[in-house]
């Protein structure tokens, strides 16, 4: 059924409506046939009747944006990516065969007319029908002209679902602003600390790039008893230049269901392209026993959709500002923070106290409680650092509860005798500038039947109670001896956290600091009561906004959700991820949230180059982190601590502590807590610039590097005055 439906100009027209062809009279079509649809002293917003392509011209330079690359003629496309490269969505969705069968709006709808235009104020809504054999849905997108950006949104509320597919994922706007390898430019993509695709990169036909925003999801793919990758997409951003012109994505709904897709030069289509995909309706691959009491694998879809439209707003810059520098710049102003009292510390050191260790007495097995690391030996440490010229410290205290490290769940603050009790934890108190008692309220170990167990633990699609394992450092996969934990539901972990931070005394110089609330996010997909990943979000931070009236609070990742609410962020990572898209690496967390608030590295203990990652810490001020255990590692061996490696707090490793400490302080007395106002790439020298003036010189090269008459030897940062 054609169903190509005519624009209505008129200012009176608030609410969607449809009209017949011919109904109003269409102006302000240009030559080209493109409509205008409303315009600032910034932009304009144009779409094409034919087609429901827009653009969107920056009256500053001239520049034009569209929704589908203009294809020259002659140019050699795959007619599977053709179709693609013409869509402003494409959709994966489940057919009634348990298959994945991926569409896209302009095969399905715009070539055979089945879509609809109406026109909504400043903007207009696109509805695309999909009809063929059992697909039988419609999604509407709806795109409106704001001050200096467009926001694009798809109408959850306004999906239809009729046949027997259930729509997956949707990809937004896949090839807006997509550049070509004959421009200059790159894509943006904040995986890890962040990356670049380069258009004419020097890898040719890269693999396809998607990865889930703020991490796997638990409570999915348990079949796969396996974990995410080791770098994340911590911000729900991404961006692309075009010579002197970019486009900055900010996803401001649903980026806890969404994914980052890119493609740069791939073997079918000349583009390089970035965008969000969507889950509508969450899929799993689980087991279930049929009656025969054979174990079988199958998809399952969940019934209920996402509770949230999803929203990307398309900011346009140009000029000096069309760059990663200016992405940044454009979203630190996004984030409404509080004072951070936290910053100056030169170093952070994760203490790890109680766990559990397997033996047996006349055969009998049993768990006996081991301390990996006392009070005393904490105090001791710290202010062995001191002695040797570490001016500010900050501590991190793991498993220094009753219930241990990764032992079930502490439910209140606790000074365990086995590790020096309160008088203990006094001493370590007065010895660090501040102390953040860790505190996981999403995972619960070693559940067991959980017979008397009140605690509601989140469930996968065939019912069953979601359960987690440690995964080997070597393989990423499960160790079955390892010991597991169950997640609670949003409404149990928060319930169970006000109690926890109610039980806090005032201790002075002592926050609180969150296991995984930063680091790891999740579903509920117990049919009963379903709650999708963006209501796991808003109920974490809920737990962070209590626990900031009471205390400093630190969060454990480096998720951007949690950073408004954090006065000091951990695990910050310093480099890129690794794709074969991928070009450079840019620090482009920092960029965004340094001077925001006190960013932590990952531990380098943990880094295969301890001196490489020191020096990128240094290129962008977060603070080098360490871990330390009283003991060494033979002593963890069969307990929850035995990923520690090279922890024991040796005469050696605390020098190696000392002087990195002391090259943070010295850098930390020059650029301040102020925030980077960019960051360039020159050969083997990176350049960063402060707000107040300063600049650091890095030299990544081999050799001796000048740079305005100061020679920087390698591996060394250098702080300079500008000017």
Sequence with gaps: MKKRIMILFC????????????????????????????????????????????????????????????????????????????????????????????????????????????????????????????????????????????????????????????????????????????????????????????????????????????????????????????????????????????LLGVITDCAAEAFTDAESNSLYSPYSSVCASFIYHQKDLTGIRDRQANQRTVTMTEKKAVSVSPTVNYYVLNGEKANYSGFAEKLRAMYSVKENKAAGSEVYLSFYGMTRKKTSFLGIPYYKKTAATTYKTAAETVKNLKKNGVKKTAVQLYGFSDAGYAVGRAKKQSFPAALGGKSGFKELSGAADILYGMYDPVRDYNVGLGLFNRAKYIKAMNRVNVKRQQPRLSTGDWAAEDDSWNYLTPDSARAAADKYISS???????????????????????????????????????????????????????????????????????????????????????????????????????????????????????????????????????????????????EEYMDEISAAAKKYGELLSKIGNKRIRSYEIHGDLRITEYENGYITVSNRGSVPTEYNRITVQPGEVVPVQKG
């Design 504 to 650: 806090l005394g005032k201790n002075g110089n002592t926050g609180l600091g969150f296991s995984q609330i930063g680091s790891e996010i999740y579903g509920n997909r117990d049919p009963y009561a379903p709650t999708d990943r963006n209501i796991t979000e808003k109920s974490h931070l809920s737990i962070l906004k209590k626990a900031g009236k009471r205390c400093a609070v630190l969060t454990e990742g480096a998720n951007a959700y949690a950073v408004p609410y954090s006065n000091a962020v951990t695990f910050v990572p310093h480099s890129g991820g690794e794709h074969d898209i991928f070009t450079a690496s840019v620090p482009f967390y920092q960029m965004v949230f340094g001077g925001i608030t006190e960013l932590v590295s990952i531990p380098l203990n943990r880094c295969a180059d301890r001196a490489a990652a020191l020096q990128a810490l240094l290129e962008t001020g977060t603070v080098p982190s360490y871990e330390i255990t009283g003991c060494d590692f033979y002593e963890l061996s069969g307990t929850s601590l035995e990923f520690l490696y090279n922890t024991e707090a040796t």
């Design 11 to 246: 200012a009176a027209v608030i609410s969607f409506c449809f009209l017949p062809c011919g109904a109003a009279e269409q102006t302000d079509t240009n030559a080209d046939g493109w409509t205008m649809i409303a315009e600032n002293s910034r932009l304009s917003l144009a779409v094409d009747l034919e087609t429901s392509d827009f653009s969107v011209k920056d009256k500053e330079n001239g520049f034009v944006w569209y929704s589908t690359p203009r294809i020259p003629n002659g140019t050699s496309v795959d007619d599977t990516v053709l179709s693609r490269l013409r869509s402003c969505l494409s959709v994966t969705y489940i057919d009634s065969d348990l298959n994945a069968v991926s569409v896209t709006s302009f095969e399905e709808s715009v070539s055979t007319g089945d879509f609809e235009i109406r026109k909504i104020g400043d903007g207009f809504c696109t509805t695309y029908f999909f009809k063929k054999a059992e697909m039988d849905f419609s999604i509407p997108l709806r795109i409106m002209l704001k001050e200096d950006y467009i926001e694009a949104k798809i109408l959850y509320d306004g999906i239809k679902e009729n046949g027997d597919a259930v729509i997956y994922t949707i990809d937004m706007l896949p090839y807006f602003g997509a550049g070509s390898m004959d421009e200059s430019g790159y894509l943006f993509i904040p995986d890890g600390c962040g990356a670049l695709v380069s258009f004419d990169g020097a890898a040719r036909h890269p693999a396809h790039y998607r990865k889930r925003i703020y991490g796997n999801d638990p409570s999915v793919d348990l079949l796969l008893k396996s974990s995410g990758d080791e770098s994340e997409i911590h911000i729900p951003v991404f961006g692309i230049k075009r010579n002197d012109s970019a």
